[in-house]
Structure formats: structure tokens, C-alpha cells
């Protein structure tokens, strides 16, 4: 190919424009085109290194995922087993403490049906109550005190108000139902009578 037939005229504009591509080598390349042939092939077989190392990775974390996503699902199984155990069998060392007193209650029954003396009767009826009392403090069940007491919402609920001058603003004159607390949580306010001035 000639020089002038490298150069393309362009008509509309009448300018003279060199196709930059129409150079041919010796030979086909250069060694310039070589080297950078060369480079190319060598980013390409790096990339491919880089390629199979991710995916290498990949493989791993898909291999992690599926053991972490079992490793959860048997953890999720065993609690949920762990909290039916809990709402079925969690006042089993509650009962423990409280079958002393059933076998209490069986023995005076069998008494009572051949007692005659009132005053026995009282005795034992105060034994089973002081028994029962004692297993329900080891709980932790405390009865709330109330009589003399400066009225608490939290402990008490006033179902009755008496204006009186003898007692102090808001104290509690009498208890009309107990009131229980398991540790420091209320089970149950005591109901009581509570004094507001005349």
C-alpha cells in the first residue's frame, strides 16, 4: 500500500485525515506489539489465579454459611425444647418443697379421725399452717406486711378508706386479705383498710 493511499480525503469537509489504522508492520507485529502481547497474557493468567482463588473462597463461605445455618437451626430446636421443659417440669423443686406438707396433712387427717380434744385439733392445725408457711419462705414467698404500715400501691390495694384521727394520713389500719411476694416481685397485693383524715 502507498503513502497516498493511506491518506483518506474527506469530501464534505475538504480536510485531509491519516487513517491511523491502515499502518501495517513487518511481518505482521513489531516487537513493540510483542511485549505487549506478552503483558496481556500474563494479567490474563493472573486473573485467572485471582479468579480460581475467589472462588475458592466462595466455596468456603458457602461451605461455612450451610454449617452455621445448622449449627442455629439445632440451636433454635434445642431451646424451644428447653423452654416447653421449662413451662412443664419448672415448678417440679416448688412441689418438692411442698410435699412434706401434703404427708403432713395425710397423717393429721388420719388423727382427726379419732381426736375428740379440740385443743389437739388447734395444735395440729397450727403445726400444718406453720409448716406450710416455712416451705412456701424457703421459695422464697414472703407475706407483705400491712397493719401499721404507710400504705404502698405497689404492696397493698386500699378496697376500703376510713376517716380517722387516730392513726396516721395513709397508714393501714387492717388487713382484710393477705398479700404475698415471691422475692421482690408482688404475686399478689394485700387488700387493706387504709386511714385518710376526718
Sequence with gaps: MTKKEKVEINDENNEIEENPFSQETDAGESSEGKQVEAVSDQEIESLKIRYAQLEEQLENQKAQYVRLAADFDN??????????????????DT????????????????????LDDCQKLKESFEAIQKQ??????KIGLEKIETVG???????????????TDEHDD????????????????????????VAVKE
Excluded at 132 to 137: A, G, T
Excluded at 172 to 184: A, C, P, R, T
Design 95 to 114: 412441689m418438692k418443697k411442698l410435699l412434706p406438707i401434703l404427708d403432713t396433712i395425710e397423717r393429721a387427717e388420719k388423727s382427726f379421725r379419732e
Design 75 to 92: 440451636y433454635r430446636k434445642r431451646q424451644a425444647q428447653e423452654r416447653e421443659a421449662l413451662l412443664k417440669y419448672g415448678a417440679e
Design 132 to 137: 406450710i408457711i416455712d416451705s412456701l419462705d
Design 170 to 193: 395513709h397508714s393501714i389500719i387492717s388487713e382484710l386479705q393477705s398479700g404475698y411476694k415471691l422475692h421482690d416481685r408482688t404475686v399478689r397485693p394485700a387488700m387493706v383498710n
Design 149 to 163: 404500715q404507710e400504705f404502698d400501691p405497689k404492696l397493698h390495694e386500699a378496697v376500703m378508706q376510713t376517716p
